[in-house]
């Protein structure tokens, strides 16, 4: 990954609400359990192993699909938005190319601390949260964190620079950078449409996936002013 320092999250994927929801977590469980089998089968001379392809975009998400939890770096709240939009579902599982600006937990939970003046520590009540800030927006919320039939990698939004970027609901956003000390690539920060909150910013860039391409960001990219 571009940055080291991070955590890089990793393999799992995302579904439908009620019955679908189950049933493609019932359908990784055992697409993953077919991949272990095989790996414990291969003995000590057996021709080496192909490099595994990069997991999907609903692979990577899903072991942040089940119980919200305490780790405020990881993508509870994201994946869970992106849950109660079944088309979204559908194009995490399927071939693609897609930029994924993915917010941690922590960026949720700095969005409602500025819009509240409340830290909500439990992960369930600050997912009801984002869910009652957002309002009717909430489509548009999620949807403006992805960018349809391009991937775009770190250097390539660097050469973005000051451009605006179309998002996947008609939306945009500005790419804007500052330089980043004792580094020839600089930070990457995106600038929404509201200029009472922080530009989000890339902290951990191109995570690699089959239909796509995900750069997890500080801060939550807001679609409407605030």
Known sequence: T???????FRSGSMFRPLRTRRFLRAGLVFGLAALAAVAAGRGADAAPATPAAPPSIAVWLAPYAGSFNTNN?????????VLKFPDLVRAATRPGNSTV????????????KGATGVTVVNEAALFDAVVTLSGPNLGH??????????????????????????TSDGSTFTVRTAPWAGHRIPFVFLTDKTTTTPDPKITNGNITVSNGIIHVIDRVMLPMVS
């Not at 770096?73 to 938005?81: I, K």
């Not at 600006?101 to 409602?112: E, G």
């Open 2 to 8: 571009l940055f080291p320092y991070t955590t890089l």
């Open 141 to 166: 919320l999620v949807r403006y964190h992805i960018v349809k039939n391009a991937r775009l990698g770190y250097t390539q939004l660097v050469a973005l620079n000051h451009k605006p970027v179309v």
């Open 73 to 81: 770096n990881d993508f509870n709240v994201a994946t869970h938005l």
């Open 101 to 112: 600006f993915l917010p941690s937990d922590y960026a949720f939970r700095a969005w409602v």
